[in-house]
């Protein structure tokens, strides 16, 4: 069974920064994509940055030039740097993986908290 495990969220005052990390254990499942999504109570999950297999990252606009998505392919396990935070990046952080074949899974979430 494939689980994937979040840590690093938390509280922090605007224009701060805080790291999250992503680490996924299991019956040794490979992703060719891994990223990050975020979602706010009432409103649809949003994608934030995705870092594909090839290497390739992509980040959605309101994230670009402030947070760093990376990949340890070894260990199976994505991170995501988060700089200069702001109120409208409170949310609750899923990462997920997807395999081509058996589809995305996803983690339990980490909540972060963007406040003064």
């Known amino acids: 069974q494939v689980q994937l495990v979040e840590s690093g969220g938390g509280s922090v005052q605007p224009g701060g920064s805080l790291n999250l990390s992503c680490a996924a254990s299991g019956s040794g499942i490979s992703f060719n994509a891994m990223g990050w999504y975020r979602q706010v109570p009432g409103k649809q999950r949003e994608f934030v940055a995705a870092l594909v297999g090839s290497g390739s990252k992509n980040y959605a606009d309101p994230v670009k030039g402030r947070f760093a998505i990376s990949r340890d392919n070894a260990n199976n396990t994505v991170r995501l740097e988060m700089k200069d935070l702001k109120p409208e990046d409170t949310a609750v952080y899923y990462c997920?993986?997807?395999?081509?074949?058996?589809?995305?899974?996803w983690g339990q979430g980490t909540r972060v908290t963007v406040s003064s």
């Open positions: 997920y993986g997807r395999n081509s074949r058996l589809g995305n899974y």
